[in-house]
């Protein structure tokens, strides 16, 4: 019984790593590149939260900044009823040049995050495999140095969503809004 139970472990902790490497990570990542001002334009997840709060999700302002140990402090401002809010991570970088870890004081979620491609100067596609004691999900955000992308860039972010299992009633692109724009450092 016991070692079913660990070979059914192992199992499950080789596709969760299977699952992790099956993502790819920017070539010749430049991390000081990827810093500065960033818009969200497109969010997909299949988490539970996601789909409750996607009619309400609209675009937010995100500042990435290197600290003094090289990792990356990621602040995002977004608009939430009347009210602007603001959520600081701390992104632990890795091994792997392009690829992050961060565990959500929140919500205790541990987040492997992988900048999947980017031109530094007009997008950012970012992958994050989220797990939890209640399961895991998939999240992929499209970054933009302005609030708007050609669509050749928005349809590369579907299909990259649609490669990680997700479904088209879970890739949003965030509608445009003024709202906390300002209020971003």
């Not at 790593?17 to 990542?29: C, E, G, K």
């Not at 290197?66 to 990356?72: F, I, K, R």
Request: glycine share 6%; with cysteine; proline share 3%.
């Amino acid at each position: 019984m016991q070692a079913t139970l660990l070979s059914i472990l192992g199992l499950a902790l080789l596709g969760t790593l299977h699952a992790q490497d099956s993502i790819p990570v920017q070539t010749d990542f430049q991390q000081d590149k990827l810093t500065g001002r960033w818009y969200s334009i497109g969010l997909a997840s299949n988490s539970n939260w996601f789909k409750e709060k996607r009619h309400l999700m609209k675009m937010c302002t995100t500042i990435i900044s290197t600290t003094a140990e090289g990792n990356l402090e990621v602040t995002s401002t977004y608009p939430k009823g009347d009210q602007c809010v603001t959520r600081n991570s701390l992104y632990t970088k890795t091994e792997q040049p392009g690829r992050f870890s961060y565990t959500s004081p929140r919500w205790g979620s541990k987040h492997n995050i992988h900048v999947v491609d980017t031109n530094y100067e007009e997008y950012a596609l970012v992958a994050t495999q989220i797990s939890k004691n209640t399961g895991s999900s998939t999240m992929v955000l499209l970054y933009s140095r302005t609030k708007e992308l050609s669509p050749e860039r928005l349809e590369m972010f579907t299909q990259f969503s649609k490669e990680q299992g997700l479904t088209d009633d879970e890739i949003l692109i965030l509608p445009q809004t003024d709202k906390c724009m300002a209020d971003a450092a």
